[in-house]
């Protein structure tokens, strides 16, 4: 197995001087000392030759000489040009290896069609402060990855993962379209600059396209958790401008008891409430 240099302190402070890399906290910026993590995330993602790597971040390059060891070919994304210098210098002569100078975000949207159509991995060392919009951008009924890894926040890799009792928004809006789960965590201490917070890798498997009701359901889910401790018949008769007598029956139908609380519903609860709501839509608009 190839030992990489590309998580030794003393390397990246010396590619940082040549490059004339200063870390920014604000792009959140921590690079990882620790090869060991990025051989999981590269194990774990299962990829071998001929597969489509999409990597957000990619930073100095210690996860993408992972990935490219896979044989796999890697489509770094890199926002920062002394960055981007720095990985062209390490892997010019690699012909797995793409990179795109620019923000991911913005490419991902308009290559929507191209990626319909593409079978692709997304592994990535995800910087902090993108992690919420990251899923919403990757997660759609259009666009669907063979699978996710990324090393994020610890307490946002939690809350993606969390069971029912402990739902959010934000794990519903995963969940509805993969299988979330942490791998490992990783201490802040693994990190130059050493962040605030500890990290950990998130995988997300299992990966498919919402219900034909996600629009609906995502209305009602946000309704519910803008007043996450109220109990469902009171913040979904307040958000849909009805009656509780209308609201209570709604939420009998999908087998749901009125006093329950969002966080403590399912996925699978979700798409039946979403599909009584829809049914009382159509039972009140037609002739």
């Known amino acids: 197995m190839h030992k990489s240099t590309l998580t030794d302190l003393t390397t990246i402070r010396k590619r940082a001087r040549?490059?004339?890399?200063?870390?920014?906290?604000?792009?959140?910026?921590?690079?990882?000392?620790?090869?060991?993590v990025v051989r999981t995330m590269a194990s774990e993602?299962?990829?071998g030759k001929r597969d489509w790597v999409l990597e957000v971040g990619a930073g100095f390059g210690a996860l993408t000489e992972e990935l490219l060891a896979t044989g796999a070919e890697v489509l770094a994304f890199e926002i920062d040009e002394h960055l981007a210098a720095a990985l062209v210098d390490r892997f010019r002569s690699e012909t797995q290896f793409q990179l795109i100078v620019g923000d991911f975000f913005r490419w991902y949207r308009e290559h929507t069609q191209e990626l319909m159509h593409k079978s692709f991995s997304i592994v990535a060392n995800l910087p902090y402060h993108v992690s919420s919009f990251f899923f919403e951008t990757v997660l759609s009924d259009s666009i669907s990855p063979k699978q996710i890894i990324v090393l994020l926040q610890k307490e946002v890799a939690e809350r993606i993962a969390a069971k029912p009792g402990a739902m959010s928004l934000?794990?519903?809006?995963v969940q509805m379209f993969g299988t979330p789960s942490v791998l490992l965590y990783v201490p802040k201490r693994d990190f130059w600059p050493q962040p605030d917070v500890d990290s950990a890798v998130l995988a997300v498997k299992n990966i498919h396209g919402g219900p034909d009701n996600t629009k609906q359901l995502f209305q009602l889910a946000r309704m519910a958790f803008a007043g996450k401790r109220k109990q469902l018949h009171n913040t979904l008769a307040a958000g849909l401008h009805r009656s509780g007598a209308e609201i209570v029956p709604l939420l009998r139908k999908a087998n749901i008891a009125e006093t329950a609380r969002p966080?403590?519903?399912?996925?699978?609860?979700w798409k039946r409430l979403a599909e009584a709501f829809q049914a009382l839509l159509e039972t009140r608009t037609s002739p």
């Open 170 to 173: 934000l794990s519903l809006s």
């Open 18 to 36: 040549r490059f004339h890399v200063r870390p920014n906290k604000e792009h959140s910026q921590n690079f990882l000392l620790n090869q060991d």
């Open 263 to 269: 966080q403590e519903l399912t996925v699978a609860d």
């Open 45 to 47: 993602a299962g990829i």
